[in-house]
């Protein structure tokens, strides 16, 4: 089946440009250094999904004339990968039942905690979101896709990334257990986190993503959560030519 992905955000937590910063990319008039909070958008048999919900949703959604929602998966609640999630309001009122949230269990219990407001039966204060939680706990069949989690180390924290038929999108992480390795052989596309070129302790580096490139050999890689330390075009020109750093708006194909 014939899919679309769209980079919705490719920026890290703090966006870039960043807020009181008077770095280089931050003041650059490059549209392709304006990096909005991690995210993607998934287009296949006519569903729309969505990984993560940033506090920049709003703005993503208006950009890409997002009209409909299926589904949202949930890689970790880390504020930027959740705080957009009030903003799923106006696209659920015209969703035919509750848009469904799949995330890992713990994960889904702290998004219950989180936005109470939203799952207690008891909140009368106005409009909320119509969503309901799902739990991942293997793969799993999503409109005719199959979706097939993969663990991540984000620091000493597991997460998610996701596989979906050719593609694989992993974001936040620092290190990729080998289990989850054999889970990203033959693909076309794959995203990985690369933050800067400076070590950080929860995420993975240009360096070290170069080489999960090399080892894992994708057809296509691109490089997401760029902080402003990564100006894009000087960045992409010193990368091999079939790795590339993601920016927003950006659109492949793939089989999913």
Not at 34 to 53: A, C, K, M, N, Y
Not at 71 to 95: E, K, N
């Amino acid at each position: 089946m014939k899919a679309t992905l769209t980079v919705l955000g490719s920026g890290t937590s703090m966006g870039v440009p960043t807020i009181g910063c008077d770095c280089a990319v931050c003041h650059s008039t490059d549209p392709k250094d304006r990096r909005t909070r991690p995210s993607v958008l998934l287009e296949f048999g006519g569903r729309v999904v969505i990984i993560d919900t940033t506090p920049d949703f709003r703005e993503q959604a208006i950009r890409e004339r997002i009209v409909k929602l299926d589904a949202v998966l949930y890689t970790h609640t880390h504020a930027d990968h959740i705080l957009g999630i009030d903003d799923l309001r106006p696209l659920s009122y015209h969703h035919p039942g509750n848009i469904p949230l799949y995330a890992m269990p713990a994960a889904g219990d702290f998004l219950r905690t989180m936005f109470r407001y939203i799952f207690d039966d008891t909140y009368k204060y106005g409009g909320i979101a119509q969503v309901e939680l799902k739990s991942i706990d293997g793969p799993f069949d999503l409109f005719g896709a199959r979706i097939e989690p993969i663990t991540v180390m984000h620091g000493d924290l597991p997460i998610l990334g996701f596989r979906f038929g050719s593609a694989a999108y992993l974001t936040d992480f620092s290190s990729i257990p080998e289990d989850s390795v054999s889970k990203l052989q033959d693909l076309d596309i794959l995203f990985l986190d690369a933050l800067r070129h400076r070590p950080h302790p929860t995420h993975s580096t240009v360096e070290n993503s170069l080489q999960i490139a090399e080892r894992l050999k994708p057809r296509r890689a691109f490089f997401t959560h760029i902080c402003h330390d990564l100006p894009h075009q000087a960045t992409n020109a010193t990368l091999p030519e079939n790795v590339r750093l993601s920016y927003d708006g950006l659109k492949l194909d793939f089989e999913i």
